[in-house]
């Protein structure tokens, strides 16, 4: 397993013709949630995309880039949390912390937020914005973490 945000497409088929979002490995989709918007660490929000928590981890896919997506093991997660601070973050938000490995964290000095060529291997913050916070999707969304984040460990 490797620690950190991962580029994932889960619209490529594999040789045995299914989504990579299918794993051999017995994980589960136990939630989909469209209208998710995501922002990595300091860079601006991006577009809006479809959220899909799994048994092992969670997934984010771009509706309007068919091939932009990103992925984090629930093992990755050192924290998560329903965040409303609008001084924090000018939106209410799921917002995550990413465990990186040891070598990323030490060249995570000389990364620019700038930079558009963005390096997955360095992000450490993730926020999860839905679109449909008035009908407390933070709350469930961030349940369901807990909840699938509580049966790995």
Not at 39 to 52: I, K, Q, V, W
Not at 53 to 72: E, F, N, P
Not at 75 to 82: N, T, W
Not at 110 to 125: I, Q
Request: charged residues 25%; proline residues 4%.
């Amino acid at each position: 397993m490797s620690l950190g945000l991962l580029h994932f497409d889960g619209r490529v088929i594999d040789d045995d013709g299914r989504s990579l979002l299918e794993s051999n490995d017995d994980e589960e989709l136990m939630h989909v949630e469209p209208g998710v918007t995501v922002a990595l660490g300091f860079r601006p929000m991006e577009s809006p995309g479809t959220l899909y928590v799994t048994s092992r981890r969670v997934i984010w896919l771009s509706d309007a880039d068919k091939g932009k997506g990103y992925a984090v093991d629930f093992l990755s997660l050192s924290l998560h949390a329903v965040s409303r601070d609008l001084e924090t973050y000018p939106f209410p938000c799921i917002y995550t912390q990413i465990e990186i490995s040891d070598e990323d964290e030490e060249s995570e000095s000389s990364y620019s937020e700038s930079n558009d060529d963005l390096e997955l291997s360095k992000v450490t913050e993730m926020r999860l914005l839905p679109s449909d916070v008035g009908k407390r999707i933070l709350a469930i969304m961030h349940a369901s973490y807990c909840f699938h984040l509580w049966q790995v460990h």
